[in-house]
Structure formats: structure tokens, C-alpha cells
């Protein structure tokens, strides 16, 4: 046992002994997974098993992510606080991942690509699985990965790592703030899965089936049967272009928004990777505020909303829309079904292609100017709900990513 005055960043206050260091082989011992086993032996039984993907994809393995099989004394047993980790990966970097299994239930084992770790000595499982998951200690699993195609970890040399291990009561914080912060996590990913959920529900309800003109469900004093028009008929059609880059006069760090597909994260474009010099826009094809950006080529579906003049590259056809006519929501909304239209028509190959006549040519029922404001606000007001919920994730999980570095050794 050594004494590692290289204490964390951060720590809670009231906290200030050293850490001790420990080889792992000093506080628990391995033991295998599932072996001798055909794949008729599984699900079906009343035992289970703790999948791959349960332990490599979390910290505290899931106590629903697991799979039948048949009961088989001669098997071990996964027990409440054994770490779990994986043996195998396609990658050095997520090679020996660990989980943490915090379940009570009998019969129940480890898959066969992953090894168990059960501790002899007394360590808080919560600070144990978050420490094992922290950037420095998978830097040191990362660097014990052999292989060339597929990566392996020997059990030995995982055995032979030291771990940094304070004190039980700064254990104990560490750990519960971590799990508290996980929950946080989750319920802000199930809040986004349940708008995203009503989203689609919403998007089959408030627009029409195919060749339907009615929608399902519509906002009160709405009656009348939607029109059938194409795509052209709502406005200008403008197919995008690419300024010669090797001339980097057409470019500049603050300009004109000049849009590819790859800029295209969100329903509404704010910034770009390129922008426009004033001569570069001389020479670009430049449409108005509230036009829809629609991707034709390779990436059909990804679909945007200017709020500002801008321009786009060939893969995209631009529709300017007549806004005494049109609501721009609702035909950033309405889109989602235009590139559904696009992928059943483009040819079946690894890259699909739309050309603007085919394009243009695309129906779609559209309904009066203040049905489509309703259902444009509604929309609107629904994916702003969505931003916001994912923002506040992005930010814990960047928060959680950077104390996972700053709160262990």
C-alpha cells in the first residue's frame, strides 16, 4: 500500500487526508463468465445473465438489461458490488470497460465475453464504478489493450493496476454524487425520449395520411380539406453551389452562412463551419430569411430554416416560399414528409440522389395560411421544449465527463 500525494483538482470540502494506492489484485479477485455453453442453452430458463452491452455501456449495470438462461450450478454467479468488465473491444480506448452490478437476484451470471471482479476489501461500489470509469484509469485500461484488428486485456495485468482510494466517508460522497448526478441524466434523456415520442405522434396526427386530404386531429374552426400542390408551387426553387475553395478571397471567419450538410444539427441553422466574403457571395446562389434548406444528396432528411439571408452548397435545394401564402414553420414541420417522399423515390444505391425536378415535383396537402400558422406555432413551440431539454443533457453529461477528471486522481 503506497500513499499518492497527487490528490484530485477538486474535493468536497472538509476533505483533505492523502489517498492510498492499491494494486486491484490487493482488494478483490477475478473470476470468469458463462463457458461451455451453445447458444441453444440460451434464452430460455430461469436463470439470467448480464449482457456485453449492459457493462460496456454502463457504469452501474441495468438490472433489466439482462438475458435468460438455464440455471447451472457450476457456473459463477454475479453477486451485489462485483465490477464487471469487458475482455474484448474493436478499439483500444473501449477495451476493459467496466460496470458495476448492484442487484440482489440468485442465478444470476456474466456473459462470456467479460471477466468478474469481486472485492475481498471493503470499497464503496458507487465510488468504485465511477472511478474505474474516470479518464484517468481508462488511460491506464486503454494502454494494457493487445491486438491489432480486435483488442484483448489480460486479467493479470488488470490486477496489477493501482487504484486511488480515499477514505471511506469521501468514497462515500464522491459516489453518491455521482449516481445522483446519473439520475439527473436519465430523467432528462427519458424527458427528451417522451417529447421526441410525441413529436412523431403529433407529426402523424396534425398532417394527413397519404392520400388523405384531413388530418387525423386538428385545432378548433379548422374544417376545410387541405389542397394538393408541389413543392414548386410554393415557391422559388434554388439549387445551391460551392465558390471555388482554392480561392480563399470567397471565404472568411465572419460572413454569409454558407450551409452543407454536415452545418445541418438542428431545425434551425445559427452558424456555419465556412461563411462568405462579400466576393464569395458574388458568386453564390443567396436566398431570403425563412427559406427551407432541404438536403437532396446523401444526407435526404436533414432539413433546415434560415432565419437570415444565406447560402448552401449542391446538395441543396433551397425553397424560398411565398410568405403571404406560406408559414415557414409549418414548412420546416411539413419537410420531415418531403424527404420521406425523397428517399422513396430516390434510387436504392449507398448514396441517394434528387435532382431538382424531382424535387419540385413532389406533392404535399397544404392547408389555409392560419391552419399552417397554428400547427407551425404548435411545432415550433414543441421543438423549442426539445432544444431546451437538449441543452440542460449536453450540459450535465459535459459536466459529469469533466469531473470524472477533476474529482479522482
Known sequence: ????????????????????????GEIGNTYTGLSGKTKDDFGHGDGRFVTYMNVFSNPISLPEMVE??????SQNTVRYGDVLFTTSSETPEEVGMSSVWLGNTENTYLNSFCF???????????????????????RKISFLAQGISRYNISKTKMMELEISIPNENEQSAIGTFFSTLDRHITLHQRKLDTLKQQKKTYLKLLFPAKGQTKPALRFQGFE????????????????GNTPS?????????????????????GLIITDTNKKLSPEGEKVSRIVP????????????????????????????????????????????????????????????????????NEFSNITVPLPSVPEQEAIGTFFQTLDQEITQVEVKLASLKEMKKTLLRKLFV
Open 1 to 24: 500500500m503506497k500513499t499518492n500525494n497527487n490528490i484530485p483538482a477538486y474535493r468536497f470540502q472538509g476533505y483533505t487526508d492523502a489517498w492510498e494506492l492499491r494494486p486491484l
Open 68 to 73: 435468460a438462461v438455464e440455471i447451472d450450478e
Open 116 to 138: 468478474g471482479f469481486r472485492p475481498v476489501k471493503k470499497v464503496n461500489p458507487y465510488y468504485l464504478a465511477y472511478l474505474l470509469r474516470s479518464s484517468g484509469m481508462r
Open 224 to 239: 376545410d380539406d387541405w389542397e394538393i400542390k408541389r413543392i414548386s408551387d410554393i415557391g422559388d426553387i434554388v439549387t
Open 245 to 265: 475553395t482554392s480561392n480563399e478571397d470567397y471565404y472568411s471567419k465572419e460572413g454569409m452562412m454558407w450551409v452543407t450538410p454536415t452545418d445541418i444539427d
Open 289 to 356: 430569411a425563412n427559406s427551407i434548406l432541404v438536403t437532396c444528396i446523401a444526407s435526404i432528411g436533414k432539413n433546415t430554416l434560415l432565419l437570415e439571408a444565406g447560402s448552401f452548397n449542391q446538395q441543396i435545394n433551397a425553397v424560398v416560399p411565398n410568405q403571404s401564402l406560406y408559414y415557414p414553420y409549418f414548412l420546416l414541420t411539413q419537410s420531415y414528409f418531403w424527404s420521406e417522399s425523397m428517399k422513396r423515390i430516390a434510387p436504392a444505391a449507398t448514396m441517394q440522389i434528387i435532382n431538382k
